[in-house]
């Protein structure tokens, strides 16, 4: 409440004195002594300035890591992929789920886009894991030119999570 009231008494201030709305929290952190400058050029930024400018891209950023939405996103992200495509098999009441989940993250994003990452609820997709015998989770395939490279179930060593990879982008 204290601060509201500051705040209030400062900005009443500072149209009294009639000083650019961007100068009030200069004034404050440079002090007082800035109200009674010389006449010329002022050293603080214009209230119409524009901040400097960035670069916007308009096109989608892509994502190395992605939820399935549904069949048919499984279809066309990781079926249709011109990448390799991990696909993580697991539920969010598995605990070494929650174990692998974030290793496989570290290990795809190392790899910066040459290989991808699909996350599969069993419980939100058990069609997707029917189809891909997926029998207890965390399972993970390796899936290259629409087809199962690779497979294993549980959580493995990082050393073996490389190895599964690199077995992956491997020669077809």
């Excluded at 048919?72 to 992929?81: A, C, K, P, Q, T």
């Excluded at 994003?109 to 989770?137: C, N, P, R």
């Amino acid at each position: 409440m204290a601060q509201r009231v500051l705040v209030r008494r400062l900005a009443s201030v500072a149209v009294t004195v009639r000083l650019p709305a961007c100068s009030l929290t200069s004034v404050l952190a440079r002090g007082l002594h800035t109200l009674s400058r010389p006449p010329g050029p002022s050293p603080l930024p214009s209230p119409l300035a524009l901040p400097p400018s960035r670069t916007l891209t308009t096109s989608h950023p892509r994502c190395i890591s992605f939820n399935i939405q549904d069949h048919e996103d499984f279809v066309e992200r990781v079926i249709n992929s011109k990448e390799p495509v991990l696909v993580d098999f697991h539920a969010v009441w598995c605990g070494p789920c929650k174990v692998l989940g974030p290793k496989l993250e570290k290990l795809v994003a190392k790899q910066s886009g040459k290989v991808l990452m699909a996350k599969v609820d069993i419980d939100d997709h058990t069609d997707l894991a029917i189809q891909y015998e997926v029998s207890s989770v965390p399972t993970v395939m390796g899936v290259r030119d629409g087809r199962v490279v690779d497979k294993f179930i549980g959580v493995k060593s990082d050393d073996e999570l490389e190895a599964f990879i690199s077995k992956l982008l491997g020669p077809c």
